[in-house]
């Protein structure tokens, strides 16, 4: 689903919503931790962990608003391709600078909805120790404020059924952390500007995994 502009709706994230909350909790049992501090309104954006394939779908399924994530364009494949559009996601290309995709970003902040970003840029640790750029430019460009998520558990066991996906009915805990400003209120975009928010974006992220690890001792 899309507005007249072209840029993913919210119905069609809303919709995605609904398809998360069913997966998610029929098939595991996510503890959601913190959701009270995701703004009620307004542009936002989720700075998501990535260590596993679900981490994305456990967050549509538990963010208490509606998200439309960045996703690589190799997942937008075969019946997948029209699918992920209509429930409003957004396709990007990682090997270059895709234009289409920063104005979808920006333009569902510019609505005032939810994106969702994995800030590593590929799945891996999941520890946020090296962060693409993406991010902070959207921080920056946007004025909108970040909110870190961390999504753990999701790589601990492998079911015995299907190795590429954790134990049904096992506890995957999302903990969401405290919202902040990645700029510096200068209004600068500059790279020197982009380089600093990037660093402050990332010592906040790290804490908060830390946190987050203790809180759920994952």
């Known amino acids: 689903m ?7 709706s919210e119905a ?7 398809i998360g909350i069913g997966l998610m909790y029929g098939l595991w049992r996510p503890r959601v931790l913190g959701a009270w501090r995701v703004p009620p309104s307004g542009p936002v954006i989720l700075a998501v962990n990535h260590s596993h394939g679900i981490d994305g779908p456990m967050l549509m399924g538990t963010a208490p608003r509606p998200v439309h994530f960045l996703i690589k364009k190799e997942a937008f494949v075969g019946p ?11 396709k990007v290309d990682r090997e270059t600078t895709d234009r289409k995709a920063i104005t979808d970003a920006l333009g569902v902040l510019a609505q005032g909805g939810v994106l969702g970003i994995f800030p590593e840029g ?8 090296s962060l693409r750029a993406g991010l902070a430019y959207f921080a920056v460009r946007s004025g909108a404020p970040v909110v870190p998520v961390a999504v753990l558990g999701s790589t601990e066991r492998h079911s015995r059924l299907t190795p590429a996906v954790p134990p049904l009915r096992s506890r995957v805990d999302v903990v969401f952390g405290d919202a902040f400003e990645a700029g510096d209120n200068s209004g ?12 402050r974006i990332q010592e906040r992220l790290t804490a908060h995994l830390a946190q987050a690890r203790r809180l759920t001792g994952r």
């Not at 997948?80 to 957004?90: A, K, V």
């Not at 600068?188 to 660093?199: F, H, P, Y």
């Open 2 to 8: 899309t507005d007249s502009g072209g840029a993913p």
């Open 188 to 199: 600068r975009r500059t790279r020197k500007a982009l380089d600093e928010a990037t660093v």
């Open 122 to 129: 590929t799945r891996g640790e999941g520890d946020f120790a």
């Open 80 to 90: 997948l391709d029209p699918f992920l559009r209509g429930i409003g996601q957004l």
């Open 12 to 18: 069609g994230a809303a919709v995605g919503r609904r």
